[in-house]
């Protein structure tokens, strides 16, 4: 995207305003995949998650290329398998805004090569100015939502798919630094094909002493066998030998 067109308020539209016109700030990209390069107007159409003091929200939003914002969004994305669809992190304040551009440089790096397999598609990072300061949007593919239920008590192949997402991610020298329920979807209940792997705001580039090394996932793990705090934690936390 050559430039991102972002509402200025990021309420989700209600049935009595759908009539009177979207007003947008104009972002431009700090780092973007490289296509299309043509500009792209956000319609949020619900909020994931906000902090307690507002410096930083999630959003659904749906991304429609062209120049007239009254029509109704019909984006030529192709994301498989959600049209158009992107999950938009949005920081409000200085300190979120850098770390949103960390975890877009992590994108546009080690991350590359996991995109649209284990993390999600990354279209770029955006900032501009709004009414209240400047603000950052990175923009992803949305790949669905959490399991309902905590990892343990999860089906064994879903357990055993997150924790291969995870080890997959040290082997590029990442470490998540956040491995919770709430960072881990799919777009349907528990389907292992199109689980992913997101938010990397607590993420770091990390030298993983497990990383040539083969993981037996059929039974407990000693220290020994996967000498590694976070991938060790979450062996232990997931039990995928259960
Ligand atoms: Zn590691």
Not at 42 to 63: P, Q
Not at 141 to 162: R, T, Y
Request: with cysteine.
């Amino acid at each position: 995207m050559s430039r991102l067109y972002w509402p200025q308020s990021t309420s989700p539209r209600r049935t009595w305003d759908a009539d009177a016109p979207l007003t947008f700030h104009t972002l431009l990209p700090i780092s973007s995949a490289p296509e299309p390069q043509k500009p792209c107007f956000a319609y949020i159409t619900n909020k994931i998650a906000e902090t307690e003091f507002g410096d930083l929200e999630v959003v659904r939003a749906t991304l429609q290329f062209g120049l007239d914002c009254y029509e109704e969004p019909t984006s030529q994305l192709s994301v498989s398998g959600t049209k158009g669809k992107v999950v938009c992190k949005v920081a409000h304040d200085e300190l979120m805004l850098h770390e949103l551009k960390e975890e877009a440089n992590l994108y546009a790096g080690l991350l590359a090569p996991l995109q649209g397999t284990v993390v999600p598609k990354c279209y770029g990072y955006f900032v501009g100015h709004s009414r209240d300061g400047v603000i950052g949007v990175l923009v992803t593919e949305d790949c669905g939502s959490p399991p309902w239920s905590e990892l343990k008590g999860c089906p064994k192949d879903f357990k055993l798919a997150a924790l291969e997402a995870l080890v997959h991610l040290h082997r590029v020298g990442v470490k998540h630094g956040d491995f919770m329920r709430r960072n881990i979807v799919t777009r349907g209940k528990h389907d292992v094909k199109s689980l992913r792997l997101l938010n990397f705001q607590h993420a770091r580039e990390h030298k993983c002493r497990c990383a040539a090394k083969p993981i037996d996932m059929t039974k407990a793990p000693s220290w020994g066998d996967i000498p590694c705090g976070e991938l060790y934690e979450a062996f232990m936390k997931v039990k995928p030998w259960l």
